[in-house]
């Protein structure tokens, strides 16, 4: 009564608009789970640590995070899906499909660090879709972009790949983002919008990777501060394998079990917007050869090889 400034609810005018809020409509939770991880994450509900498991739900008031090694990926049951690389944590607000006119209603939570979301077009124009930060709300309606927040700062960043993203503070006007810009929200609402930076090659990229280390050279970009890189086992990036932020366009990985792996890197700008990327499938085939050197008493040296890896 009060939102709608009816002063008799008994003599309302044919014809008048009630808005009601969405939380006191009646819901069904959206199935969500978790389709990937690796190395250290941690899930919790309630304050509940609980195990990660391949296939455990994602539900309302769980919280997952990253560690310096970790990276996950949970989806919803449309198709769409969020990507947590490392050093990162997201709380999940609502996840739920509203009986009345079965739109559905996603609020993802951003605490900490980055996440990347490839959402599924929304065909109820009053379904919602928003990853937000303690600064800024991100809402889109199918798209790709990414959102991040360092925590304690006062800036929120949304990068769009694909599609078109609103981008506001709450109380005024969102900014609308196209794709391949990017938007600086201030703590006082101020937005700051700038072209992405565009994807830099991977240099060599048919080189088979036989080094105990994996060494990758990217092609320098000029107006870049750092340069973010990820391994992954699929195309999609859904499994994230590996990431370095670098100052050099020259980037190396341990640890990289044999494979065929996809890399992608971003340039970051000034500002700390990621920029565009593309995607290079590479082989990696740990085949080293190494050795070692003695002296006899009598002066003849001995040589003896060794290798690393499953080749001869």
Known sequence: ????????????????????PSRLLKSKPIDASLVAYRGTISVTSNTRALTPVVGMGATEGMQL?????????????????????????VSVRSLRQFLLGNA??????VDQGRAETNVTPLPN?????????????SAVRGTTFRVGYVEGSSDSLTEVVEGKVDVGIGGKPASLIQAGSGAIVRKD??????QLLP?????????????????????AAESARQYHTQLSSDAGFVDLVAEAYTTTPQVGFSGIGDGTY????????????EGLTQTYSMKRRLSTLGGAIEKSDDGR???KWFGDGKGE
Do not use: C, W
Request: glycine share 8%; hydrophobic share 45%; net charge positive.
């Open 1 to 20: 009564q009060r939102l709608n400034m009816v002063t008799d609810p008994h003599r309302m005018s044919i014809g008048k608009v009630l808005r009601i």
């Open 65 to 89: 995070a990253t560690g310096a090694d970790g990276f996950l990926t949970f989806a919803l049951s449309n198709g769409s899906r969020i990507t947590l690389p490392s050093r990162s944590r």
């Open 301 to 303: 040296f001995a040589f």
């Open 199 to 219: 994807a830099i090659a991977l240099l060599s990229p048919g080189k088979v990777q036989k080094d105990v280390d994996v060494s990758l050279t990217l092609d």
């Open 262 to 273: 996809f890399v992608r890197a971003a340039a970051v700008s000034a500002n700390g917007l």
């Open 104 to 109: 559905t209603d996603v609020d993802i939570m």
């Open 189 to 194: 609402g101020g937005v700051a919008i700038e």
């Open 125 to 137: 124009p009053a379904s919602r879709y928003r990853l937000r930060t303690p600064t800024a709300v």
